[in-house]
């Protein structure tokens, strides 16, 4: 069998490790200008994604886009010869201008290794008008610079912008964002360049995961963002998010806090916080056979046709009682709404809360209905519990692995010794597993390790091999119970056809792979693997709710991206690029601005230099301060000297003039005399 392939090459690659000695192409794409609203783009972006980005790169941007569609108003189409737009290219490292530069083509760079979500989701935070975080005027407020540590040459990335160049829109300085640096950025040795003034923060800084919550407020502040947001519902105010307690039906959903034959607490709480921790319950046990309980959701506008309904749901009821999942739809021809039967969830109970997708497909006015029914003759033990409901116009995970105890699985797993996800079978019938490492591989300690392996068993056909262009994307859940605030992490990998080991990578497993047990005894192949050591810490992912209840849990997916070329682009824009600022590079991270019509540098200022001239091409300092007032003072002393040196020749040749006109006129005189 093959040895795992590393796609991120052995280490653990931040943007500014990315981008480390590729400066060539990035002369003018790294030019920034100041925020203002002649720099937001439209709450709709048009972009264009050039052929020579990786295919695994094309599928995440995809992944972060949806990203911003459901955390932010903001949206992407596809340019179709609007004056300004972004191409998205694959360059020398990751990369992107701060805001609308209004040039036209706007590139943004997505090289190796820049695959990752949170990498995407930063560099586009700065085409829409974003600087580092640790970039902000009152930074040193919080985070102390350690210039001596800092690798030569790399200073100006530590530069902060003063209130007219950059807002902070009125929100807190945010150790948590996912545009500040880490710790050791640019460092030239082993000891950090930026020290957090509260230590607790040390190791929370530079996150790559996901938008913080203040980075989606201040990105919703800048465009004047208004919830696009479908529903979500944590069960804590007595209102119920506005849900109704349907008509017609005999028994009734109750808000509570525990339940007769459980659960005992909620899921959002877990029942740490005194005083709430609410949910929905049905209590199967007082109904009678054939009852149900209609639980509708408030009146929802879809925008996008296809929605994705996630909730925790806990059965403590008979095996025999169920939940239906309904929509009501809403039209000139059913005003009082018609239901349409979605989805019946049924089973053994079991004694815990679990995760159900369920993928809708409305395309006009609707209610989510959650219908619960008692079937079981005689009495149940206890009924059906939910929580934590999120309806987002996004579509849904195929599948989900939950890994119980993992923070006692991650303390007492081996380094180097992996676990791994049951063989889960995609739509187009291929077969994959997830191994994670919960104490990291070998020589990399402390960390998880997640690799995609392909699984294939004697008499499966109908497959092509070598698995062509699947991506396979590992998302570890922030548990968060409302989904726009969630910091899941998530690494995509791509099955190339073309890709070789000794052999090709991603051909069959009966061929390339190994065989394995199954827990029913039963055989199959497992493939190569390929992923990452460094798919997250140990101490990251004891953090926010990536653990709950003691239990882990990871959404898996298989969807097909094909490498066709992009859509033939418009031969011209709408309008020319009218930018002044295009022809003019500002210097030493000099921002260009817009000054009466015309283009302008304003220079970086420190806290004791300065960078002056028409494009910051000089440096200033306080050491100069001596230099520059002697130097002053001798060139007005010199300026004094030549002054009086030629007043002095002024007057010797006025008066040589002026006496030899009175010698002329006595000339003169004496002549006329004779």
């Known amino acids: 069998m093959y040895a795992d392939h590393d796609v991120d090459g052995?280490?653990?690659?931040?943007?500014?490790?990315?981008?480390?000695?590729?400066?060539?192409?990035?002369?003018?794409?790294?030019?920034?200008?100041?925020?203002?609203?002649?720099?937001?783009?439209?709450?709709?972006?048009?972009?264009?994604?050039?052929?020579?980005?990786?295919?695994?790169?094309?599928?995440?941007?995809?992944k972060a886009f949806e990203q911003y569609r459901l955390k932010t108003c903001i949206?992407?189409?596809?340019?179709?010869?609007?004056?300004?737009?972004?191409?998205?290219?694959?360059?020398?490292?990751?990369?992107?201008?701060?805001?609308?530069?209004?040039?036209?083509?706007?590139?943004?760079?997505?090289?190796?290794?820049?695959?990752?979500?949170?990498?995407i989701e930063h560099e586009f935070l700065h085409a829409l008008g974003f600087w580092h975080e640790q970039s902000r005027s009152d930074r040193d407020d919080y985070v102390k610079i350690m210039w001596d540590r800092i690798s030569e040459g790399k200073e100006h990335n530590f530069n902060t912008y003063n209130d007219t160049t950059s807002s902070s829109l009125g929100v807190p300085y945010d150790y948590g964002s996912m545009m500040h640096y880490s710790k050791n950025a640019f460092r030239n040795g082993i000891e950090p360049t930026i020290i957090t003034k509260i230590p607790a923060f040390s190791d929370v800084i530079g996150q790559r995961m996901?938008?913080?919550?203040?980075?989606?407020?201040?990105?919703?502040?800048?465009?004047?963002?208004?919830?696009?947001?479908?529903?979500?519902?944590?069960?804590?105010?007595?209102?119920?998010?506005?849900?109704?307690?349907g008509q017609g039906d005999k028994a009734d959903w109750v808000r509570v806090a525990t339940a007769a034959g459980g659960p005992n607490t909620d899921y959002s709480n877990m029942g740490k916080c005194t005083g709430s921790g609410y949910f929905m319950h049905f209590n199967t046990g007082a109904a009678n056979n054939g009852d149900t309980a209609l639980l509708e959701s408030r009146l929802l506008y879809p925008k996008r046709g296809y929605q994705c309904l996630q909730f925790f749901y806990y059965n403590s009821a008979s095996p025999s009682d169920t939940l239906k999942i309904h929509v009501r739809e809403y039209d000139s021809s059913n005003p009082?709404?018609?239901?349409?039967?979605?989805?019946?969830?049924?089973?053994?109970?079991?004694?815990?809360?679990?995760?159900?997708?369920?993928?809708?497909?409305?395309?006009?006015?609707?209610?989510?209905?959650?219908?619960?029914?008692?079937?079981?003759?005689?009495?149940?033990?206890?009924?059906?519990?939910?929580?934590?409901?999120?309806?987002?116009?996004?579509?849904?995970?195929?599948?989900?692995?939950?890994?119980?105890?993992?923070?006692?699985?991650?303390?007492?797993?081996?380094?180097?010794?992996?676990?791994?996800?049951?063989?889960?079978?995609?739509?187009?019938?291929?077969?994959?597993?997830?191994?994670?490492?919960?104490?990291?591989?070998?020589?990399?300690?402390?960390?998880?390790?997640?690799y995609a392996h392909l699984v294939a068993r004697e008499?499966?056909?109908?497959?092509?091999?070598?698995?062509?262009?699947?991506?396979?994307t590992?998302?570890?859940?922030?548990?968060?119970?409302?989904?726009?605030?969630?910091?899941?992490?998530?690494?995509?990998?791509?099955?190339?056809?073309?890709?070789?080991?000794?052999?090709?990578?991603?051909?069959?497993?009966?061929?390339?792979?190994?065989?394995?047990?199954?827990?029913?005894?039963?055989?199959?192949?497992?493939g190569p693997g390929s992923g990452t050591p460094v798919y997250l810490t140990q101490l990251r992912a004891k953090s926010r709710d990536f653990i709950k209840g003691g239990d882990a849990i990871f959404l898996l997916t298989m969807e097909g991206k094909s490498p066709q070329p992009s859509p033939t682009p418009p031969t011209t824009t709408t309008t020319s690029p009218s930018d002044v600022c295009l022809s003019v590079e500002c210097l030493n991270d000099g921002v260009c601005v817009v000054d009466e019509g015309r283009a302008a540098c304003r220079c970086v200022v420190g806290d004791d230099w300065w960078y002056y001239g028409d494009r910051c091409q000089f440096k200033g300092s306080n050491k100069d301060k001596t230099t520059l007032a002697l130097a002053s003072s001798l060139s007005v002393l010199a300026a004094m000297v030549v002054i009086t040196a030629v007043s002095v020749i002024c007057?010797?040749?006025?008066?040589?003039?002026?006496?030899?006109?009175?010698?002329?006129?006595?000339?003169?005189?004496?002549?006329?005399?004779?």
């Open 474 to 526: 590992m998302m570890l859940m922030d548990q968060h119970p409302h989904i726009q605030k969630r910091m899941s992490n998530q690494r995509s990998v791509t099955t190339d056809p073309n890709m070789k080991a000794t052999g090709l990578f991603w051909d069959d497993p009966r061929k390339v792979g190994v065989e394995v047990n199954d827990t029913d005894g039963s055989t199959y192949f497992r």
């Open 10 to 62: 052995g280490r653990d690659l931040d943007i500014f490790d990315i981008n480390e000695g590729m400066q060539k192409d990035r002369k003018r794409q790294t030019r920034n200008s100041i925020i203002g609203d002649e720099y937001k783009w439209p709450k709709t972006i048009p972009y264009y994604m050039e052929d020579d980005l990786e295919i695994n790169a094309k599928g995440v941007i995809l």
């Open 651 to 674: 007057v010797k040749r006025k008066y040589k003039k002026l006496r030899k006109n009175d010698v002329d006129m006595e000339n003169m005189g004496n002549s006329h005399k004779l």
């Open 336 to 450: 009082n709404g018609k239901l349409r039967l979605i989805k019946t969830i049924d089973g053994s109970p079991q004694e815990l809360w679990q995760l159900h997708h369920v993928s809708l497909d409305v395309k006009k006015k609707f209610r989510v209905v959650f219908e619960g029914t008692k079937v079981a003759v005689g009495t149940s033990p206890g009924g059906l519990s939910l929580d934590d409901i999120n309806l987002s116009e996004t579509t849904c995970p195929e599948f989900v692995w939950r890994v119980k105890n993992f923070s006692a699985v991650m303390e007492n797993t081996p380094n180097d010794t992996s676990i791994f996800s049951p063989p889960f079978t995609s739509k187009e019938g291929y077969t994959f597993q997830m191994q994670l490492y919960p104490s990291g591989k070998a020589d990399y300690p402390d960390e998880l390790s997640a």
């Open 210 to 245: 996901e938008f913080s919550d203040s980075d989606l407020l201040k990105l919703n502040r800048l465009y004047n963002c208004s919830s696009t947001f479908l529903d979500s519902c944590d069960f804590e105010r007595e209102n119920i998010c506005g849900m109704i307690q």
């Open 459 to 472: 008499g499966d056909t109908g497959q092509k091999w070598p698995c062509p262009w699947k991506q396979i």
């Open 75 to 119: 949206d992407f189409k596809l340019w179709t010869g609007e004056a300004n737009y972004i191409s998205i290219f694959k360059g020398s490292g990751c990369f992107s201008s701060v805001g609308n530069q209004h040039v036209g083509k706007q590139r943004l760079s997505i090289g190796t290794n820049c695959d990752r979500i949170a990498t």
